[in-house]
């Protein structure tokens, strides 16, 4: 079934259609999901919520862009939504300045597997996280972040070098070891 | 490393990357849609279920059988109760057999006649096309009863000395009478004259026994009086007629149109222009952005059902439900189609899928704020002007509105633009209203309103909350039965 007639027949409120449109994109979703929270079970929250909020919207979906796109979209707000209502990370969700670390040549992130990678990222502190997950992988602009996130563009500068900083300094002292020890969330 | 090259190889890496959710996660992602979907459903459901509860109270109300019989029959209950004849005739049914036996006629197969007439009117249902019949069957009667007066005085006048002659006249009486009953029994005639006829029945019976009582026709005069008191029936119809107009609902439809608009208080109406409202100061948004956009009044209408019943002479009462349409409108830009995240009163963090641009320099486009509601009302009007040619009423009200849907736009400094968010409305609004009613004719009345909301529009606002309100003109038709 194309995108279109999906679109379509989940508008029509059908089952079968809307469970599709589910098993097509929940799994990529949630792994957008969990790179913005602390735990699966806060990632499977998040997809819960956005997912509603995917059907409830889809009418707004003008075809003029990837479902997947559109979808991710939404993914991301829900989840910018659930860590500001969220007081476990709201409360470090400060944007207060953490020591920087020096930046080396030679990057070990190509060597790492997506899932350590998206690990080390969640080891961020919330603040941070968000911003690095809107920047590097979202592509956002500072501008955009800073709209979302209530925050100046410089703050997001700021916060985006001083995460940058982080993760690689962490990358480079574990050199790959680290993975087992900054798994969380299970 | 470079600038680009980290966050190119984290993109990379980052691609493709999924978790396989648990199966628990879909249930409750269904059972959501699926309630959603439930609850839209309950909407129209307890809204047709107002409009049958309405529909059925209207019917019990208006249904003229169950009306008339009910207002005559107690009426007629008082009336027996109070009349002092009918009390003698109670007091004395024991002369009845006597008075068949002396009136010398099969008096006993009249009675049993008259009871069949009785029996038959009770049995023949009210029909509306014989409604004409039953005023001139009075009439006759009347007229009858006249006569009747008239040929018992002239009697009573000339000093009738022959018993039997008295008796016989009043037998003759009774007879034509009789006639009489059999002719209305005949024409089938509504409950209203029902009742009339069988009080006729009870006068003349009365009549008849004092006729009976009297030793001799020295006393012929009260049974003139007797005769004039069953002529005087007319007089209790026409309070009953009285009566029944002021139990009377009636029922109508309505329709308006008004200008409608936010309003700070009562006094300035329509004619405050407020800004856009805004649940961050817009003055810390964007260098250099304007201003929101102002609010101006637009077009509004109703329409619905109302029950009207009259109190007293001068009080009305009516009670209705209807639709409201209420709109407002302002100057916005373009459409942009972005997912964006709002903090405001309802919520620190409201998902947007699209904006619209401030309005600036050809890139203007105006925007219609609609507001549906569906409201249950209640008026009073009283009559202050009642000329013969010329009436005028005051009627005020009260009414809850339940908001129904709305496309109303907020502004934002973050965007800085304007998005939906109805969440910061009040959905349940209690407004009062007054206005002048002028009858045009029996059915149709003209009305000059102004209706101001006592519910502000928004939740939490911080800046002044404005009101709804909306003046206009209302046409009323009323089908009276």
Redesign the interface.
């Known amino acids: 079934m194309d995108v279109r007639q999906l679109v379509k027949d989940c508008l029509r409120?059908k089952?079968e259609a809307?469970?599709q449109l589910?098993d097509q994109y929940?799994?990529?979703?949630?792994?957008v999901c969990?790179?913005y929270t602390k735990s699966?079970k806060d990632?499977?929250d998040v997809?819960?919520d956005a997912?509603?909020?995917v059907?409830?919207?889809l009418h707004?979906y003008?075809f003029?862009g990837e479902l997947g796109a559109w979808i991710r979209?939404?993914m991301?707000?829900?989840a910018?939504?659930f860590l500001?209502?969220n007081k476990k990370y709201q409360q470090e969700m400060s944007f207060t300045d953490a020591p920087l670390h020096s930046?080396?040549?030679?990057?070990p992130?190509?060597k790492?597997?997506?899932?350590e990678?998206?690990d080390l990222i969640r080891q961020l502190p919330p603040g941070y996280q968000a911003v690095f997950n809107l920047?590097?992988?979202e592509?956002y602009s500072h501008i955009e972040i800073g709209?979302?996130?209530?925050i100046s563009d410089g703050t997001s500068r700021s916060q985006y070098a001083r995460a940058?900083a982080l993760l690689?300094s962490w990358i480079e002292k574990n050199n790959l070891e680290t993975e087992n020890i900054l798994y969380a969330g299970k | 490393?470079?600038e680009n090259?980290?966050?190119d190889?984290?993109?990379?890496?980052?691609?493709?990357?999924?978790?396989?959710?648990?199966a628990?996660?879909?249930t409750?992602?269904?059972r959501?849609?699926r309630k959603?979907?439930k609850r839209r459903f309950a909407f129209w459901y307890w809204f047709l279920l107002l409009l049958l509860g309405g529909g059925i109270a209207t019917a019990i109300l208006f249904n003229p059988a169950t009306n008339d019989k009910t207002t005559i029959a107690n009426s007629q209950i008082e009336k027996n109760t109070n009349n002092p004849i009918l009390t003698h005739v109670k007091k004395d049914s024991s002369n009845i057999g006597e008075i068949i036996i002396d009136t010398g006629k099969n008096s006993e197969e009249i009675l049993i006649q008259k009871e069949i007439v009785v029996d038959e009117i009770n049995a023949v249902p009210a029909k509306s096309s014989k409604i004409s019949n039953k005023n001139s069957s009075v009439s006759e009667l009347k007229n009858t009863l006249y006569k009747k007066t008239g040929t018992v005085k002239a009697t009573t006048t000339n000093k009738i000395k022959n018993q039997t002659e008295k008796k016989q006249l009043a037998a003759n009486t009774i007879g034509a009478s009789e006639q009489q009953f059999e002719s209305a029994s005949e024409r089938e005639t509504i409950p209203a004259e029902k009742s009339v006829s069988r009080n006729i029945v009870n006068q003349i019976d009365t009549a008849v026994v004092k006729v009976n009582k009297i030793p001799d026709w020295e006393n012929a005069d009260s049974v003139t009086n007797d005769l004039a008191l069953a002529d005087s029936f007319s007089k209790p119809i026409k309070k009953e007629t009285a009566n029944q107009k002021l139990n009377k609902w009636n029922w109508g439809v309505q329709f308006s149109a008004a200008k409608s608009g936010f309003s700070k208080g009562l006094f300035s109406l329509n004619k405050a222009v407020y800004a856009a409202p805004a649940y961050s100061n817009p003055g810390s948004g964007a260098s250099g952005a304007p201003n929101p956009s102002a609010i101006k009044p637009s077009f509004s209408w109703s329409a619905g059902l109302f029950i009207k019943k009259p109190v007293s002479k001068k009080l009305d009462i009516s009670i209705g439900i209807d639709y409201h349409y209420l709109s407002t409108h302002q100057r916005i830009g373009s459409l942009v189609?972005s997912?964006?995240?709002i903090?405001n009163a309802s919520?620190?963090?409201?998902?947007i899928?699209?904006f619209y641009r401030q309005a600036g320099s050809g890139n203007t486009n105006s925007y219609t704020n609609k507001f549906h509601f569906i409201g249950l009302q209640a008026n009073i009007a009283w009559e202050i002007i009642a000329a013969k040619k010329f009436k005028l009423y005051w009627e005020n009200g009260i009414a809850y509105n339940r908001l129904v849907s709305s496309n109303m736009l907020y502004y934002s400094n973050?965007?800085p633009g304007y998005y939906k968010d109805n969440s910061l409305l009040h959905k349940n609004q209690f407004s009062f209203s007054m206005g002048l009613l002028l009858p045009v004719g029996e059915k149709l009345m003209l009305k000059t309103f102004l209706n101001y909301n006592l519910t502000p529009v928004f939740k939490n606002y911080s800046a002044s909350n404005p009101h709804f309100s909306t003046f206009g003109l209302q046409l009323k038709y009323i089908f009276k039965k």
């Open positions: 409120q089952p809307q469970k589910y929940a799994k990529n979703m949630l792994g969990y790179r699966l990632a499977e997809l819960q997912f509603v909020k059907y409830h919207n707004q003008k003029d979209r939404i991301v707000n829900t910018l939504n500001k209502k930046v080396s040549d030679e990057s992130v190509i790492l597997q997506a899932k990678l998206a920047f590097a992988i592509g709209e979302m996130l209530g940058r690689i | 490393m470079q090259e980290f966050e190889a984290v993109g990379k890496n980052m691609e493709g990357f999924g978790v396989e959710p648990s628990m996660v879909w409750k992602v269904e959501s849609i959603e979907k189609d997912i964006r995240m903090n919520s620190n963090g409201v998902q899928n699209n973050s965007l």
